[in-house]
T-cell receptor, first 118, second 109 residues
Framework: GAVVSQHPSRVICKSGTSVKIECRSL??????MFWYRQFPKQSLMLMAT?????????EQGVEKDKFLINHASLTLSTLTVTSAHPEDSSFYIC??????????????FGEGSRLTVL | GQNIDQPTEMTATEGAIVQINCTYQ??????LFWYQQHAGEAPTFLSY??LDGLEEKGRFSSFLSRSKGYSYLLLKELQMKDSASYLC??????????WGAGTKLIIKP
C-alpha cells in the first residue's frame, strides 16, 4: 500500500526554539495533506489541511503563525512549531490523500512525531 | 452539526468476539472508515464501507447501514495484540473525514 514517511519520530527541544516536522508520501503524489495532534488518551484533532501549492486551511483555534505549514511539492509537507512551549508537547501525525487513495478519502498516515518541549 | 458517536471503552476476553458500534450524523456521506491505533502510534487502516452490508476481512468485519447512520466493527477470535483504540471516521460531502473519539478496547486473558 501507499507509504507516508514522517520525520523525526521523536524530538526534544528547549522552550522558545522552533521544530520542523516533515511528512513525505513515498510512492504516490499527495494532493492533500492533513496535520493532526493527539494528546494522551484523546482522539485525533485536525489542525490544518494543506493542498499542494496553496496556503493551508487551519481549524478553528489553531494559531497559523505558530504552526507553519508548507506543502511545496506533491510529496512533501512540513509543519514547523515556532517558539515552542511545554504545552505544545504532543504527538503530531500527518496523513496524505492522493492518487493512491482515489476519491474515497482514504488517508495514509505517517508514523507520527512525538514532540517534547522542556 | 456533525457528530460521530462510539463507546469510550470496551473490555473483552481473549478468544471471544466483540462488536464496536459507531453512529453518525454528518452533512453528506461518502463512506466510513475504521482505523486501529495502538498507544503512541499512528492509526492503521482496517476497513472502508460505502455500501450497505457486511464486509469481511479475516478476523475483522465491518457493517454499514446508511439509512440508520450506523456501522459496527466486529472482531473475532480476539488476541491480546488487538488491545488498541478503534477509530470510526466518516467521509462527508466535502470529502473531509469526520472522526469519532475512538473506542479503547481492553483484552483480558
Amino acid at each position: 500500500g501507499a507509504v507516508v514517511s514522517q520525520h523525526p519520530s521523536r524530538v526534544i527541544c528547549k522552550s522558545g526554539t522552533s521544530v520542523k516536522i516533515e511528512c513525505r508520501s513515498l510512492d504516490f503524489q499527495a494532493t492533500t495533506m492533513f496535520w493532526y495532534r493527539q494528546f494522551p488518551k484523546q482522539s485525533l484533532m485536525l489542525m490544518a489541511t494543506s493542498n499542494e501549492g496553496s496556503k493551508a486551511t487551519y481549524e478553528q483555534g489553531v494559531e497559523k503563525d505558530k504552526f507553519l505549514i508548507n506543502h511545496a511539492s506533491l510529496t512533501l509537507s512540513t509543519l514547523t512549531v515556532t517558539s515552542a512551549h511545554p504545552e505544545d508537547s504532543s504527538f503530531y501525525i500527518c496523513s496524505a490523500r492522493g492518487i493512491a487513495g482515489g476519491d474515497t478519502g482514504e488517508l495514509f498516515f505517517g508514523e507520527g512525531s512525538r514532540l517534547t518541549v522542556l | 452539526g456533525q457528530n460521530i458517536d462510539q463507546p469510550t471503552e470496551m473490555t473483552a476476553t481473549e478468544g471471544a468476539i466483540v462488536q464496536i458500534n459507531c453512529t453518525y450524523q454528518t452533512s453528506g456521506f461518502n463512506g466510513l472508515f475504521w482505523y486501529q491505533q495502538h498507544a503512541g502510534e499512528a492509526p492503521t487502516f482496517l476497513s472502508y464501507n460505502v455500501l450497505d452490508g457486511l464486509e469481511e476481512k479475516g478476523r475483522f468485519s465491518s457493517f454499514l447501514s446508511r439509512s440508520k447512520g450506523y456501522s459496527y466493527l466486529l472482531l473475532k477470535e480476539l488476541q491480546m495484540k488487538d488491545s488498541a483504540s478503534y477509530l470510526c471516521a466518516v467521509v462527508d460531502s466535502n470529502y473531509q473525514l469526520i472522526w469519532g473519539a475512538g473506542t479503547k478496547l481492553i483484552i483480558k486473558p
